[in-house]
């Protein structure tokens, strides 16, 4: 399936618009999996048994993994994610952005080494740097346009002419230029659902990744309110910390299930 069909298909089946994003640090890690070779690998796993039945897809976050000399973990979650949970959308954290040539690069690492359903990418080098992720016509394209980072004001609140800041102008650009095939979606912070409402006017019902609720603080009921497509759904709510460390015992598998399980409901609730 298309990133988008097997995302529509995660929201119905799951009845879920939760993503749960794979930050592993070792520091954190039960004490059972403490000096394991294979422990980044491991925790992520249980991690993904416990919440799977509860989201609509899994967000791996590449530097957590690179940091630790882990991308062959990394390479087997993705493909235990493939076989286990094919319904599942995998979705590679990795934000690039770069020069077309070195796009193609990258490119090819988020979709055929880890052979991800989509990617995070960086607009800043403009469209021939995102254009070589647009080839792949089948995977999804997720581009930064309002981050949920205290920083990202300093950029993305310009004012690009008539009074229209910078992460409009992106979403704009998205929705009516780049979007030819239909598999673009857009990074949108939870800490700011009054702009995640101006995106969402802007764009229709594109699909919006919005990180930002648990660990970092924003809000689920405004959120919801802000971000949901004309269907009731149309967003990858992502919560990673809050749920991977909701416990260090031995119960830390039941802990991730219930935090996504109560995410989920908390969800829904706000519709």
Known sequence: MKFTEKLDYAWAH????????LDPDPQRFP???????DAIYEFCKGVIDATAPHVCGIKPQIAYFAAQRAEDQLEALCDYLRTTYPHLPLVLDAKRGDIGSTAEQYAAEAFERYRADAVTVNPYMGFDSVEPYLAWEEKGVII????SNKGGSDLQFLDVGNGEPLYLHVASLVANRWNKNGQCALVVGATFPNEIAKVRERVGDMPLLIPGIGA???DIQGTVAAGKSSSGSG?????????????NGDDWREAAAKAALDTRNAINAAK
């Open 14 to 21: 799951a009845d879920s618009m939760l993503m749960v994003g």
């Open 31 to 37: 004490a059972e999996l403490k000096g394991r070779p």
């Open 235 to 247: 967003m990858m709510i992502n919560s990673s910390r809050a749920i991977l460390y909701a416990s």
């Open 144 to 147: 930064l346009c309002r981050t």
């Open 216 to 218: 970092q603080g924003g």
